[in-house]
């Protein structure tokens, strides 16, 4: 699971869910990339 979080003042709900969705997925995805390398 991953917790990210930012202030959704000023912008439309689901494009503010859509930017943190893409930002977490990257996140994820390093994160199995530095697994695969033997890194924690």
Do not use: V
Not at 6 to 15: T, V
Not at 21 to 39: M, T
């Amino acid at each position: 699971m991953l917790l990210i979080g930012g202030n959704k003042s000023g912008q439309k709900k689901d494009r503010f869910y859509t930017a943190l969705i893409r930002q977490a997925d990257a996140i994820y995805d390093r994160h199995l990339e530095h697994l695969k390398k033997g890194k924690p």
